[in-house]
């Protein structure tokens, strides 16, 4: 689910912009469905994954620096601790 969600960055950074500093971010489709279906521990680390090209992209070769490289990867690592969360708490994906 890692690679799921970097390459839709990929691919929505390229082609996805809407206006000049708008764009479409699909990323963190792979860190939820991992936290929806793995556990909120699996959807951390898928996060963390996804992370790490917009860390990079919008950090040390953005206008973020290192508070984009560190920050972007933990962002998208609580979402998909907090997808795995709620889907724990509502059973979702349980028999």
């Given at each position: 689910m890692g690679a799921l969600g970097t390459t839709l960055f990929a691919i929505s950074y390229s082609a996805g912009q809407i206006a000049p500093s708008v764009a479409l971010d699909f990323s963190l489709i792979g860190a939820i469905i991992a936290g929806f279906y793995g556990g909120?521990?699996?959807?951390?680390?898928?996060?963390?994954?996804?992370?790490?090209?917009p860390?990079?992209?919008?950090?040390?070769?953005?206008?973020?620096?290192?508070?984009?490289?560190?920050?972007?990867?933990?962002?998208?690592?609580?979402?998909?601790l907090s997808s795995g969360l709620i889907a724990?708490?509502?059973?979702?994906?349980?028999?």
């Open positions: 909120p521990v699996i959807g951390f680390v898928s996060g963390l994954f996804v992370g790490i090209l860390g990079f992209m919008f950090g040390p070769l953005g206008m973020g620096g290192l508070l984009g490289l560190l920050g972007l990867p933990f962002g998208k690592a609580l979402s998909g724990k708490g509502f059973g979702i994906g349980q028999r």
